[in-house]
C-alpha cells in the first residue's frame, strides 16, 4: 500500500500546487489524514481559504498543520519564496505533487497570450517546483516523492480549441520521464518521480456526470499505483477502461511507425480502422 510508503509518514511534509479544489484539494486531504504536516497553493484565494478549512479539519495539528500560500506557480521566483516558507514553518518536504493547471482556448495560429499562460502554469510551473523544492529533497537523502500532473491529451493530442494543453501536457510527460531517469541515476538519490494522468475526473466545481471519477478515486489509484512502483499512473474512468487507454495510446503511436496521417484516429479515412483496431 502506498500509505506505507517512507515519504508519506505522519509529520513529514507534502506540498500540493493547485490544491483550492479537485483533484490537488483531494491529495491534501489524504495527506493531512495520513498525519502529514501540508502546503497547498493556488491563485484563487477564497477557494484557498476554504480548502484550507477542510484540510485543517483532517490534520493531527489543525491549522498548525497546515500552510496556504497564493503562489502563481508559472514564477519561479515566487515559488524559491514559497519553498522558504514551507522550510521555515515546516521542513523536511517528502512530497511535492505539481498539480496545478489552466486550461485556455489557444488554436494553433492565434492567441499567443493564452499560449504563453498555458505554458507558464502547465508546464513552467511543474519546471519551476522541482527547481525549488528537489534539490533539498535529494540532498536530505531521504524517501520522497514527486507527482507531476499530465493529460491523457499529451498523449493522443485530440484535436480542439486548447491545442496549447495537449502541447503544455506532453511537454510535462518528456520532462518528467528525463526527471525520473535522472533521480535514479544520482547517487544516493531516495527520490522518485510519478507522472499521473487523471482520466474523466469531476473538478473545479463542475456538476458530476456519470462515468466521470470523483477526485478521491483518482488519488485512491494514484497511492496505489506509487505504492506500487509505478511511474506511469494512467488512471481510467467510468467509460474508459485500462484496455480501451491502452489501445488509444498505441493506435496513436502507430501514426508515426506506420506513416499515417497525423491524429488519424480522428480522420475520416481511418475511422473504421481504428474502431476495428486491436493492439
Not at 484550507?52 to 503562489?71: H, M, P, S, T
Not at 499562460?117 to 514527486?146: D, L, Q, S, Y
Not at 482520466?199 to 471519477?213: I, K, S
Not at 493506435?251 to 499515417?260: K, M, Q, S, T
Request: hydrophobic share 45%; with cysteine; net charge negative.
Amino acid at each position: 500500500m502506498a500509505e506505507n510508503h517512507p515519504a508519506l509518514t505522519a509529520g513529514r511534509v507534502a506540498v500540493v500546487t493547485g490544491a483550492a479544489s479537485g483533484i490537488g484539494l483531494a491529495a491534501a486531504k489524504r495527506f493531512a489524514s495520513l498525519g502529514m504536516k501540508v502546503c497547498i497553493t493556488d491563485v484563487a484565494e477564497d477557494a484557498l481559504a476554504a480548502a484550507a478549512d477542510e484540510v485543517a479539519g483532517l490534520a493531527g495539528g489543525g491549522a498548525d498543520d497546515v500552510l496556504a500560500a497564493a503562489v502563481d506557480v508559472g514564477d519561479l521566483a515566487a515559488m524559491e519564496t514559497l519553498k522558504d516558507w514551507v522550510d521555515e514553518r515546516f521542513g523536511d518536504v517528502a512530497v511535492l505533487m505539481n498539480n496545478a493547471v489552466i486550461r485556455l482556448d489557444a488554436p494553433t495560429t492565434e492567441g499567443s497570450e493564452n499560449w504563453r499562460r498555458t505554458m507558464e502554469v502547465n508546464f513552467f510551473g511543474v519546471v519551476n517546483g522541482v527547481h525549488a523544492f528537489v534539490p533539498a529533497m535529494i540532498a536530505r537523502g531521504e524517501p520522497a516523492i514527486v507527482i507531476n500532473a499530465g493529460s491523457k491529451q499529451g498523449i493522443t493530442n485530440p484535436p480542439g480549441t486548447k491545442p496549447a494543453y495537449n502541447v503544455a501536457k506532453a511537454a510535462v510527460i518528456s520532462y518528467t520521464e528525463s526527471l525520473q531517469h535522472e533521480l535514479r541515476n544520482t547517487d544516493g538519490c531516495q527520490v522518485t518521480a510519478h507522472l499521473m494522468v487523471p482520466g474523466w475526473t469531476t473538478t473545479g466545481g463542475r456538476e458530476h456526470q456519470p462515468g466521470a471519477w470523483l477526485p478521491d478515486q483518482v488519488i485512491d489509484y494514484l497511492l496505489a499505483a506509487i505504492g506500487n512502483g509505478d511511474f506511469y499512473v494512467i488512471c481510467p474512468d467510468g467509460e474508459v477502461s485500462p484496455e480501451e487507454d491502452r489501445r488509444r495510446i498505441l493506435w496513436a503511436a502507430g501514426d508515426i511507425v506506420e506513416n499515417r496521417p497525423p491524429l488519424s484516429r480522428w480522420h475520416p479515412a481511418y475511422a473504421e480502422a481504428f474502431e476495428t483496431f486491436e493492439p
